[in-house]
């Protein structure tokens, strides 16, 4: 399910522009198959989030149906749709450990110096 709504939004099969450059990082199915998480993101970051939500509310409908044709149960979920903010907190984290390399790197040489005086 993942990767045919990722296709659709890739192919551009949605003619919306609040959905341009987004991303599913993930989708869970409740065991009865009543509802389907869509966690989304984008790559401008939380500044979109409501405006891609809206715009995948907006089009749920049109998803569930395209996402049924394709995809062979005896009932299709309800499609939900959550910002995830993962993406956000990870390239956070990148940014702390360069930080924190950067610092070593400055801290090294200095030592360095101390221990051939």
Do not use: C, Y
């Not at 959905?19 to 993101?41: K, M, P, Q, W, Y």
């Not at 993962?86 to 101390?114: C, G, Y």
């Amino acid at each position: 399910m993942q990767q045919d709504l990722s296709e659709m939004l890739v192919r551009g099969v949605i003619h919306d522009p609040r959905l341009e450059g987004i991303f599913i990082t993930d989708i869970h199915v409740d065991r009865e198959l009543s509802f389907a998480n869509v966690f989304v993101s984008a790559l401008e970051g939380k500044e979109r989030e409501q405006e891609v939500l809206a715009g995948l509310h907006h089009a749920r409908g049109f998803l569930r149906k395209q996402l049924a044709s394709q995809i062979q149960l005896r009932t299709f979920p309800e499609l939900r749709f959550f910002w995830d903010p993962t993406p956000e907190r990870a390239e956070r984290i990148e940014k702390l450990i360069d930080s924190i390399h950067a610092e070593r790197e400055k801290k090294e040489p200095k030592n360095e110096q101390e221990s051939i005086d």
